[in-house]
């Protein structure tokens, strides 16, 4: 075939006429027609011409891979990738495909949302920590499920507060108005929106399910929430005896000042199980008649401990129920109820509910009116901080409510119909309920899953074609579902690539309703060379699909005046070819001149070049899902309903997706500069020729994180597993003899190149200690136990505390304070946890001059911290960082972002493998088969804990604990890479290098770039040793002296 092209080449030229108006067309050629001489003069093999114009056609990479944002006046916030707060957006909302008839339904009221509040149902949804099949019947299949309470004004213009099932987070939502309350004039809508999930909730539990009763006994967890509160409020108002847990002293100080019935002896620590001791004790061993749970685990089985007999239990969190962790039958002895609080259940028109769900509504309303229900204290976040506002709310610190400020209340009126508010979201196209569809080919695997996604998405009218209907359980099952969810759907086996079979199908799905959109996916394939390709072959492809979509569009032209999809499945056969499929290709490309000429028309029109497709259809049932086909691999069908957003919501009549092929992993065609650079890659290593061949990774500066990467490229690529150690051994000599294939590695034979120096070189680095201790509870601490009033003031490095100081700190001659993070110190900002930090300095030594130093992250807080002392006018005395500085964990944190090519399962894993090798060995394919099971940030979390526990049985932390310091590791992490001073600092800097430095440090200046952000000198002091050991031994004497010296200077 080459061959013959260059023949061509050399031989022929052609124009294609591809106008798609009739008066466009090309002029026959003649070499004396002037509008042909500037084509001769190119000399081009190919000339394309189309409606007056001349080019050619070409395939072009489109802006909006990551999402098509529209402008729109429905909105609605959801996560992208649940587990990831990150990928929080707005979404379209489902609302702006609302049926005509919905504004006139009573049983639906359309509202524009001033403020919306979060509950922790949101955020565990959100962050992954309950799966999305926790909520009930129809919500488990839905996109968005977050979202519970809002507040704004109805179609009347009246204000109002109110509950919906799920996308509260949104510019308008359809509310039930049984669930909606006026709000009284004295309330701000802000306030308002705090109050239907946190009162309905604590009725529903307390009242309709408990059967509370004046002077009965009741133990309230997190006190301080919405819910809490509410209860709270509720139980004192009738008179019963209120026992309740906080995680602080100043959610303490807050209840009491909102309560001024509670007294100490009301409260206990929801952070540990000295609650139970301290309730029974309070009760003398009876314990409490009702308990209001919303904790976990451990705390849950101690709460259920707390109940007097005939003690109803309430569980209102969902963490167990979704684990399905066990409680012990032996509670019941005591003739007690354990009730699953689901406020999901009131909010359909369930005939068991109904008078559950009156009662409430009217206990609401009785309680506004008689000042048991009054508004929560909020923290307001504008509807650009979202993000914020769900991590704030996850980090447990918050008293009251975290509300979401969707567009400001008018000040001016209390009654009017509110501004429109258009904000630009991410297109999310949905299907119109009173509306049908047809799907050609919808038995298909691809046609399920299509099938299935419309559903989700709004479609409740469907009817699928098949040549030979429902055959498989499978079918049948989708079919059965789609009904439950209250889809009408239909399949026939009328042929649509017969005129009147393309006719009536169109006819059949107006039966239904107003036709929406018609999707072709029908297929044959009859593979042949050119030469063997017959009549009959191309036939058989053509009919599904040249035959069938000529017959759709004509049928669609008279029947469908509504029509806002016309959708052909193509193939980048078309696009690009494909030996052997020549009719295939020829087949869809007619398609796809259809769709031109219907787009031209005005008409709706789309022909998607789809690649090879995985998990379903003819490709997958073939060849499986891992063949490179025509240099592609298959694209999940998750990704292909994903751009399918993008696809349908833009203008262009043809678009392509596939996945090309990644070869460079490939084993065949590797030379011995492939792994080197891949390596030098992970590295940093700009140019790996500039390398020491006998170096070794270990004297590189490879990290824990860096090893798990190379370790993961040794596996994947060239089948060798090696430990930590026998990584930190591996030279630059010895992995170009590894990518050129010479044999397997033996730990024994690379310790044999140079014993002496490996021995002395490759040691593995020092491990942090795995203590039941993660976290700490005190800022301050003194180290050496000197007394006085000047001390070194030692910031901790990203472990949060600054327990690898404490041997250097006993070599000062001076006293050595050291400063830890404890949970009410912010973690995301340095300048926050600074100034949280400077003001716990100055409470400890009101007058200067002051000596900071700082380890790692401790250098760049101590360097901000100094900053913050001299804008106040205090004296700094001195200031020593510790192989650190505001440059160094932000090149460090840079390097990785650049090199970061991985997904985002693989990201989370690495973060937790380089949390975990600060402590242990890993055995890396164990650990991505483990973590790599779960699909959340919260559930790999948790097995990353359970990996850690399980290798210290003899420590035990609280997994909170262990969660946590997998939290600050990340959290630290980013707060240093966004770290930028603010100024300079004027005066002396004194920089304690270790004489190994890592392989980013080594990218920087020799000062960390110290010179850029101060005006005095910048002293280097180099002490052997590497990043994680020089403040240990001799280095912890040498790194003590020095920073002796500065304080006496």
Not at 865 to 881: I, R, Y
Not at 1026 to 1031: G, I
Request: proline content about 4%; charged content about 20%; aromatic content about 8%.
């Amino acid at each position: 075939w080459d061959g013959t092209r260059r023949c061509f080449i050399f031989s022929h030229r052609c124009v294609l006429d591809a106008s798609t108006e009739g008066s466009n067309k090309v002029a026959d050629f003649s070499p004396s027609n002037e509008a042909y001489e500037a084509l001769l003069q190119r000399d081009l093999v190919m000339n394309v011409y189309r409606d007056g114009h001349w080019g050619s056609f070409r395939h072009q990479s489109v802006p909006w891979s990551e999402g098509l944002k529209v402008a729109t006046k429905f909105a609605v916030m959801n996560v992208q990738t649940r587990g990831d707060l990150s990928s929080l957006q707005w979404y379209e909302s489902p609302l702006r495909y609302a049926s005509p008839s919905s504004g006139t339904d009573p049983s639906r009221v359309l509202c524009d949302v001033y403020y919306s509040a979060l509950n922790f149902r949101d955020v565990m949804l959100a962050s992954g920590k309950v799966p999305p099949d926790v909520p009930r019947g129809k919500l488990a299949a839905l996109d968005c499920v977050i979202g519970l309470e809002f507040s704004g004004r109805d179609r009347r213009g009246r204000r109002v507060a109110g509950m919906v099932p799920y996308e509260a987070i949104a510019t308008r939502v359809r509310a039930d108005p049984h669930f909606l309350w006026e709000v009284p004039e004295s309330w701000t809508l802000e306030e308002a929106c705090t109050v239907p999930v946190a009162y309905v909730t604590a009725y529903y539990a307390l009242l309709v399910r408990g059967n509370m009763q004046p002077g009965e006994s009741l133990l309230v967890h997190s006190g301080s929430g919405g819910v809490g509160q509410a209860a709270i409020a509720i139980a004192l108002s009738m008179g019963c005896t209120v026992f309740t847990t906080v995680g602080s002293m100043e959610k303490r100080q807050f209840l009491k000042r909102r309560f001024p019935q509670l007294q100490d002896w009301h409260f206990a620590n929801s952070r540990d199980l000295s609650f139970e001791e301290h309730v029974l004790s309070q009760t003398n061993g009876k314990g409490v008649n009702l308990v209001l749970n919303s904790l976990a685990e451990e705390k849950l089985k101690a709460s259920v401990r707390c109940l007097a007999p005939h003690g109803r239990f309430l569980e209102i969190g969902k963490f167990d129920i979704a684990k399905n962790n066990p409680l012990g039958m032996s509670v019941f002895l005591k003739n007690v109820t354990f009730h699953g609080i689901l406020l999901d259940t009131m909010m359909g028109n369930d005939p068991f509910v109904v008078a559950e769900k009156r009662r409430v509504v009217e206990l609401v309303r009785e309680g506004i009116v008689s000042g048991v229900v009054r508004p929560l204290d909020t923290i307001r976040y504008t509807r650009d901080q979202v993000e914020d506002a769900f991590r704030f709310m996850a980090s447990g610190k918050h008293i009251g409510k975290v509300v979401i400020q969707i567009r400001p209340e008018e000040t001016h009126c209390k009654v009017g119909v509110a501004s429109p508010l258009t904000l630009e979201a991410l297109a999310r196209p949905c299907f119109y309920e009173h509306k049908s569809y047809v799907i050609v080919g919808g038995l298909g695997g691809f046609g399920l899953e299509l099938a299935e996604w419309m559903v989700t998405r709004g479609c409740r009218k469907l009817l699928l074609t098949s040549r030979s209907g429902a055959r498989t359980g499978y079918q049948r099952l989708c079919l059965h579902r789609w009904r439950s969810f209250g889809a009408t759907v239909f399949t026939t086996k009328l042929d649509a690539s017969t005129k009147e079979g393309a006719r009536r199908i169109v006819e059949q799905a107006a039966v239904m309703g107003i036709v929406g959109g018609i999707f072709n996916l029908a297929m044959v394939l009859r593979d042949a060379l050119i030469e063997n390709q017959t009549a009959e072959t191309f036939e058989d492809v053509c009919k599904p699909k040249v035959a069938a979509t000529q017959f759709l569009d004509v049928a669609s032209r008279d029947l469908c005046p509504e029509l806002d999809h016309f959708v052909v499945f193509s193939s980048m056969v078309c696009g690009r070819g494909n030996a052997g499929q020549t009719n295939y290709g020829y087949a869809n490309s007619v398609m796809e001149r259809i769709c031109e000429r219907r787009v031209a028309a005005g008409l709706p029109g789309l022909a998607i070049q789809w690649g090879a497709i995985g998990d379903v259809g003819v490709v997958h049932e073939a060849m499986g899902d891992d063949q490179v086909v025509a240099g592609v691999v298959s694209q999940r069908i998750a990704s292909c309903m994903a751009v399918m957003d993008s696809f349908l919501s833009q203008s262009h009549p043809i678009v392509s997706s596939f996945v090309k092929a990644d070869l460079s992993t490939s084993s065949e065609g590797r030379d011995k500069r492939d792994l080197v650079q891949s390596i030098a890659h992970i590295l940093g290593v700009k140019d790996p020729s500039t390398l020491n061949p006998n170096i070794s990774l270990g004297e590189l500066g490879i990290d824990s994180l860096m090893s798990v990467e190379v370790k993961q490229t040794l596996e994947r690529d060239y089948d060798l597993t090696l430990s930590t150690q026998e990584i930190r051994q591996l030279t630059v000599a010895r992995l170009r003899e590894i990518g050129q294939g010479f044999g397997e590695i033996s730990a024994s034979q690379e310790k044999t190149v140079q014993p002496e120096k490996e021995h002395e070189d490759t040691l593995d680095v020092a491990r942090l200690t795995f203590t039941e201790e993660l976290i700490p509870d005190r800022v301050i601490v003194e180290m050496n136990g000197l007394d006085g009033a000047s001390p070194v003031f030692i910031m901790h490095p990203i472990e949060g505390h600054v327990r690898a100081l404490y041997e250097m700190a006993t070599h000062l001659p001076v006293r050595a304070v050291g400063m830890q993070w404890t949970p009410d110190i912010p973690e995301h900002s340095i300048v926050e946890m600074a100034a949280v930090y400077v003001q716990k300095l100055l409470e400890l030594q009101p007058e200067g001059p002051y000596h900071v130093a700082g380890y790692s992250l401790g250098a760049t807080i101590a360097f901000e911290m100094a900053l913050q002392l001299q804008s106040s006018g205090h004296t700094v005395g001195s200031l020593t960082l510790l192989d650190g500085a505001p440059l160094f964990i932000n090149e460090h944190s840079a390097h990785r972002r650049t090199r970061c090519t991985l997904n985002r399962d693989e990201q989370e894993t690495l973060l937790f493998a380089g949390f975990l090798a600060q402590y242990m060995d890993l055995d890396v394919p164990e650990v991505r088969k483990q973590l790599g099971q779960f699909p959340s940030y919260e559930a790999k979390q948790e097995a990353a804990i359970d990996i850690l526990l399980a290798a210290f049985p003899d420590v035990r932390p609280s997994r909170e604990d262990v969660a946590t310091a997998m939290r600050l590791y990340y959290k630290f992490l980013r707060a240093g890479s966004f770290y930028r001073p603010n100024a300079r600092y004027h005066g002396d800097v004194t920089l304690i290098k270790a004489s190994r430095p890592r392989l980013t440090a080594q990218q920087l200046p020799p000062d960390y770039g110290l010179s850029e952000c101060c005006d005095g000198n910048v002293h280097v002091e180099v002490v052997e040793g590497r990043h994680e050991d020089f403040l240990l031994g001799q280095g912890a004497q040498r790194c003590a002296t020095i920073i002796a010296r500065n304080v006496q200077h």
